[in-house]
């Protein structure tokens, strides 16, 4: 089965600095990989996501970029906010009708003012 | 929030009590699965149903079980509780044609 490492466990950054999240992935077949954002407290919501014939994707100060060939993908957010402050989860899995994401363990990131 | 429900909000059990997680949806989804949210765990995935009738296990099943009568329904059971039990479950639907996956509120279960 799928197996997603994700790097930093913590990241603390100052205001206005950019946090890089970083996961890896096993199974060459994954081809979806979405990144959730869960403030405390709440439920995890989609924030951005990126297929495999795509390299890097953006929206707005959050970008996701995709190295298929070394099975990694990383989420960029700049000008980092303290509203950015949350545990960030990777997910990596094989689209179509039977995709179960494989979720990595989180980053929680830490935005000092 | 695509119109998923949990209940109840908090619960909390003795070791051996048995009791049923609810999670409902309104939109006739066909895809719907229940993960536990542990720290430093991320999100395990328990059981999922591909629609009504079809249930199949996840990565962390053991203890848990499920059933699918309805499209709108996928209620998770705990038939004896045990302190590993104690965690966040969230319960998420996927709209067909789609691989984007939507939470609902969660359930914060403590088990003494």
């Known amino acids: 089965g799928e197996n997603v490492e994700q790097h930093p466990s913590t990241l603390s950054v100052q205001e206005g600095d950019s946090a890089v999240i970083k996961c890896t992935y096993s199974?060459?077949?994954?081809?979806?990989f979405p990144w959730y954002k869960q403030e405390l407290g709440k439920r995890p919501q989609l924030i951005i996501d990126i297929r495999s014939n795509v390299g890097e994707k953006k929206d707005q100060r959050i970008a996701v970029t995709l190295n298929k060939t070394a099975k990694h993908f990383s989420l960029h957010i700049t000008e980092t906010q303290p509203e950015d402050s949350a545990v960030y989860f990777c997910?990596?899995?094989?689209?179509?009708?039977?995709?179960?994401?494989?979720f990595g363990r989180g980053t929680s990131l830490i935005v000092h003012p | 929030n695509a119109g998923v429900t949990q209940t109840p909000k908090f619960q909390v059990l003795k070791t051996g009590q048995s009791m049923t997680l609810q999670c409902a949806q309104d939109?006739?989804?066909?895809?719907m699965s229940w993960y536990r949210q542990d720290p430093g765990m991320g999100l395990r995935l328990i059981h999922y149903s591909v629609g009504a009738g079809i249930t199949d296990q996840g990565e962390v099943p053991n203890g848990y079980n499920v059933s699918r009568s309805t499209t709108e329904d996928f209620p998770l059971r705990l038939l004896s509780a045990a302190p590993s039990q104690t965690s966040v479950y969230f319960c998420?639907?996927?709209?067909?044609?789609?691989?984007?996956?939507?939470f609902g509120p969660g359930t914060r279960l403590t088990v003494l």
């Open positions: 998420a639907i996927r709209p067909g044609g789609t691989d984007t996956q939507y």
């Open positions: 199974d060459s077949a994954s081809n979806y």
């Open positions: 997910a990596a899995g094989e689209s179509g009708g039977s995709y179960i994401p494989t």
């Open positions: 939109m006739n989804h066909e895809y």
